[in-house]
Nanobody, 115 residues
Framework: QVQLVESGGGLVQPGGSLRLSCAVS????????MSWFRQAPGKQRGLVAF???????NAVASVKGRFTISRDNAKNTVYLQMNSLRPEDTAVYYC?????????WGQGTQVTVSS
């Protein structure tokens, strides 16, 4: 049974920061591509950022320069550092593990940006 456990969400004021974490219970974490997605109320889930096993990263235009994805293979954990948060960043954030044809999702963590 694969587990992806996200943490770090919460309520933050506009302009604030949060760091999300996703711990993965798989021994092949280091060779997987890890991604963060988000889903706002009434909207489809969409990609935020990803990081490959080799450390290549990319993010959607709306978060570039504000969000940073990183990984710690020794801890089987992927992170999403979110700075300069905006109300439109409010969503449930999910991490995804992908390797070959396998995909696993976390349960999601709520991020709310509001004054």
């Amino acid at each position: 049974q694969v587990q992806l456990v996200e943490s770090g969400g919460g309520l933050v004021q506009p302009g604030g920061s949060l760091r999300l974490s996703c711990a993965v219970s798989r021994s092949d974490f280091s060779i997987a591509t890890m991604s963060w997605f988000r889903q706002a109320p009434g909207k489809q889930r969409g990609l935020v950022a990803f990081i490959t096993s080799g450390g290549l990263t990319n993010a959607v235009a709306s978060v570039k320069g504000r969000f940073t994805i990183s990984r710690d293979n020794a801890k089987n954990t992927v992170y999403l550092q979110m700075n300069s948060l905006r109300p439109e960043d409010t969503a449930v954030y999910y991490c995804k593990f992908a390797r070959g044809g396998l995909e696993y999702w976390g349960q999601g963590t709520q991020v709310t940006v509001s004054s």
